[in-house]
Nanobody, 124 residues
Framework: QVQLVESGGGLVQAGGSLRLSCAAS????????MGWFRQAPGKEREFVAT????????LYADSVKGRFTISRDNIKKMVYLQMNSLKPEDTAVYYC?????????????????WGQGTQVTVSS
């Protein structure tokens, strides 16, 4: 199995930027598709972005398209989410997840492993 640890969350003003990182353990990281999801209080966990095993294919939620960028480094076993032009509605706990199929997917139930989450708060 793989273990995932998110970092980089914090408090930022609207219009600002943050970069989230997800550090992965395990020897097969470069075979996994990776995703970012978020969950705000009282709401279901929702898809944000995903990247396939090679980094050659990405998908984004409409709400973040053009503002967020997902990337990965298979040598360092890291996944990143660069978040620009942040809005108060981006406030949530952000989770990274791994899918051993290696194929980018928006479906939450396709992911096999999850990190503990990191809080992102955007003030108005």
């Amino acid at each position: 199995q793989v273990q995932l640890v998110e970092s980089g969350g914090g408090l930022v003003q609207a219009g600002g930027s943050l970069r989230l990182s997800c550090a992965a353990s395990g020897r097969t990281f470069n075979r996994y598709a990776m995703g970012w999801f978020r969950q705000a209080p009282g709401k279901e966990r929702e898809f944000v972005a995903t990247i396939n095993w090679s980094g050659g294919s990405t998908l984004y939620a409409d709400s973040v398209k053009g503002r967020f960028t997902i990337s990965r480094d298979n040598i360092k076993k890291m996944v990143y989410l660069q978040m620009n032009s942040l809005k108060p509605e981006d406030t949530a706990v952000y989770y990274c997840a791994a899918d051993d199929s290696g194929r980018a997917t928006l479906s939450r139930n396709e992911y096999d492993y999850w990190g503990q989450g990191t809080q992102v708060t955007v003030s108005s």
